[in-house]
């Protein structure tokens, strides 16, 4: 059965960092696109970022130059390193996969606040 669960969120200061971790069991993350949306009260579900099995990336503008998605095919792990985070970044992150989106992770939660 697909799994993933996602890790290293927690509260930082404006213009700190974090890196969170998904982690996955039955499907291989190198063979498929993962995705990392997140999700803030009272606003709608944002795509993040993407990377798919040929590598091809894409981010949202609003984290476009502050966060990478990358992918440890070993560890069958895809992380999102997010810098210079902002208030604007607080939200529960979660982790899909599959190329219907089909899997999704239960998410970690990140805040940003002095």
């Known amino acids: 059965q697909v799994q993933l669960v996602e890790s290293g969120g927690g509260l930082v200061q404006p213009g700190g960092s974090l890196r969170l971790s998904c982690a996955a069991s039955?499907?291989?993350?190198?063979?498929?696109?993962v995705r990392w949306y997140r999700q803030a009260p009272g606003k709608e579900r944002e795509l993040v970022a993407v990377?798919?099995?040929?590598?091809?990336?894409y981010y949202a503008d609003s984290v476009t130059g502050r966060f990478t998605i990358s992918r440890d095919n070993a560890k069958n792990t895809v992380y999102l390193q997010m810098n210079s985070l902002k208030p604007e970044d607080t939200a529960v992150y979660l982790c899909?996969?599959?190329?219907?989106?089909?899997?999704w992770g239960q998410g970690t939660q990140v805040t940003v606040s002095s």
């Open positions: 899909n996969a599959g190329p219907s989106s089909q899997y």
């Open positions: 039955g499907i291989i993350f190198s063979f498929t696109t």
């Open positions: 990377i798919t099995s040929i590598n091809y990336t």
